[in-house]
């Protein structure tokens, strides 16, 4: 599968589906905290940049199989609405099964009315703002130069004015960066004006493209998450235990190979065949578990037994 991964287990939706709409790291925004690494293509312009003919191929496949599947996410390696088939392919999944569909996205492109009714047929979806004024955009986002928070801002309002499905707005918080006072304060305008159906706090919990970047403390977090009001929560971990779609076997080959020599999640990728996206998430686990290591290497991030 090049463009369908999972389902994967995710803090916010359970056991997530994702499909790729993009080719790896193509994106408006250059985000210090990605945890697939820098931008390689940055841009504001929407086209097919992947075949929906064989997006929906392979998702056709996957849905035939026995899996649980609580979400089928858009997602991937980049910003899935650069798309320019973003709408049709969202209509075509709901054609194909009752699974909802999310649309995780950076809200850049929320400026093309285009987009805004491509994403009407949505069930879910999730904008991230991580920053309220121009400065702390440009310092955590890196956009492209032409995008305004200001503006984007004001489309995520209109788009929620339309838009009847469910809007979570993801904030992602970075020490030093985004959560002083009175970037807090710009956040918390933005979010009265959006009205969100909730509010999730998040902060680099994954190794991150630029490694000075540090998280928030838990109890900080919590003193934010009240600061934001009751909508407001924290993305807690995701309880795995009893679920089957967590693949017990892909764990395994992902120690035996670790086991012969330390390898970055590139390398897991490219020898097990996995999207990069559930290769993070699967050493991740095994991270917490104490059952892998990392370290940092020339600036690559490697695992190791």
């Known amino acids: 599968m090049s463009y369908v991964f999972g389902p994967v287990p995710s803090r916010r939706l359970g056991f997530s589906l994702g499909v790729d709409l993009v080719p790896f ?8 905290y990605c945890q697939l690494g820098k931008t390689t293509r940055k841009t504001v312009a929407r086209k097919e ?5 064989k997006i929906l191929s392979e ?3 996957v849905l035939t199989g026995s899996k649980t599947i609580d979400y089928i996410t858009l997602s991937g390696s980049g910003e899935p609405t650069l798309n320019s088939k973003t709408g049709e392919i969202i209509k075509k999944i709901k054609e194909m099964t009752t699974i909802p569909v999310a649309v995780l996205t950076n809200a850049t492109l929320l400026t093309d009315d285009a987009l805004k009714k491509d994403l009407l047929s949505a069930d ?33 309002i209109d788009f929620k004015k339309i838009y009847k499905g469910k809007m979570w707005l993801e904030i992602m918080l970075v020490k030093d960066i985004n959560e002083s006072e009175d970037e807090l ?26 490694l000075w970047v540090e ?31 967590y693949l017990k076997n892909v764990e395994d080959e992902i120690l035996t190979l670790i086991n012969r020599r330390p390898v970055t999640s590139k390398d897991i990728s490219s020898s ?10 699967y050493v991740g686990d095994l991270e917490k578990q104490k059952k892998i290591s990392s370290k940092i290497y020339q600036g690559k991030r490697y695992f190791q037994k």
């Open 25 to 32: 790291k193509v994106c408006s925004l250059d985000c210090i």
């Open 49 to 53: 940049y992947v075949s929906s003919a």
């Open 124 to 156: 879910l979806v999730v904008p991230s703002l991580d920053g309220a004024t121009q400065d702390a955009f440009e310092k955590i986002n890196r956009p492209c130069a032409s995008l305004k928070i200001e503006e984007i801002i004001k489309e995520i």
């Open 59 to 61: 998702l056709e496949k």
């Open 272 to 281: 097990l065949g996995l999207h990069i996206n559930e290769v993070i998430k």
């Open 215 to 245: 998280t928030l403390s838990a109890s900080k977090l919590i003193r934010i998450k009240k600061f934001f009001g009751n909508k407001c929560e924290i993305i807690a971990k995701f309880n795995r235990k009893g679920h089957k779609a």
């Open 185 to 210: 304060n710009a956040l918390k305008s933005a979010v009265e004006q959006i009205k969100p159906d909730k509010i999730q706090l998040n902060t680099p919990v994954r190794p991150p493209c630029e």
